[in-house]
Each structure stands twice: as structure tokens, then as C-alpha cells.
Nanobody, 129 residues
Framework: QVQLVESGGGSVQPGGALTLTCVAS????????MGWFRQAEGKEREAVAT????????FYADSVKGRFSISHHNAKNTLYLQMNDLKPEDSAAYYC??????????????????????WGQGTQVTVSS
């Protein structure tokens, strides 16, 4: 089981930017589906973005398209989420998640938390004026 540790959350004003980082505890020798999910207070957890480490396939929730960017650095075992033009509705606890995926036949890694085996502890993002 891979341990994931997120960082980079904080409080920003609307229109601001943050970069979240998720570091895996070990080298990921095979390909993984990795994703960022978020859960606002009183709401269900939702997928923000996913990426397959073996290729370019990415997924973005409609609410973040054009503002957020997911990327990974295999050599550093690190996943990133660049968040620009933040809005109050982006406020939530953000979680990094992963599962091993040797190959990917779908268009992108599933934006469904039930597929993901490994989870980080979360990092809080608060957007307010």
C-alpha cells in the first residue's frame, strides 16, 4: 500500500492561486491512476482531476476546467494540482488518491473514488475575501 502525503493547502482570496503537492512514500515502478478529490463540509466527495502516470490521459471536473491543472513527476513520486482563479466554491479538503493501473483502456482514469485504494490525509483549501 502506498502512503500519500498532501501539502500546499491554505487560505487565499478569490482569484488567487495555490499548488497542491502529493508525495508517494515509495517509487511507483508501475503506472498508476492518480487523482485529486475534494470534499466540502456537508457535501459528498467529488473528483477534481485524474491522471494516468503511464500516459497523457487526464480528466477534469467541469467546474475546474481551464483553471486547474494536474501533473506528475515520476522521478519525484509526486503529483501536483495547480489551482488558478480560485473561487469560494473551491473551498474544501483536498485529497490525493491512487491505484495501480498497468494499462489504461479508458479515455482517462476514473473520476470515482471507489476505484482508488490509497488515500492521503487531506489538505484544506479555503477561498474567501
Amino acid at each position: 500500500q502506498v502512503q500519500l502525503v498532501e501539502s500546499g493547502g491554505g487560505s487565499v482570496q478569490p482569484g488567487g492561486a495555490l499548488t497542491l503537492t502529493c508525495v508517494a512514500s515509495e517509487v511507483l515502478y508501475t503506472s498508476y491512476c492518480m487523482g485529486w478529490f475534494r470534499q466540502a463540509e456537508g457535501k459528498e466527495r467529488e473528483a477534481v482531476a485524474t491522471i494516468w502516470t503511464g500516459g497523457p490521459q487526464t480528466f477534469y471536473a467541469d467546474s475546474v476546467k481551464g483553471r486547474f491543472s494536474i501533473s506528475h513527476h515520476n522521478a519525484k513520486n509526486t503529483l501536483y494540482l495547480q489551482m488558478n482563479d480560485l473561487k469560494p466554491e473551491d473551498s474544501a479538503a483536498y485529497y490525493c488518491a491512487a491505484f495501480e493501473a498497468y494499462s489504461l483502456s479508458a479515455r482517462y482514469c476514473p473520476p470515482d473514488s471507489q476505484y482508488y485504494d490509497d488515500w492521503g490525509q487531506g489538505t484544506q483549501v479555503t477561498v474567501s475575501s
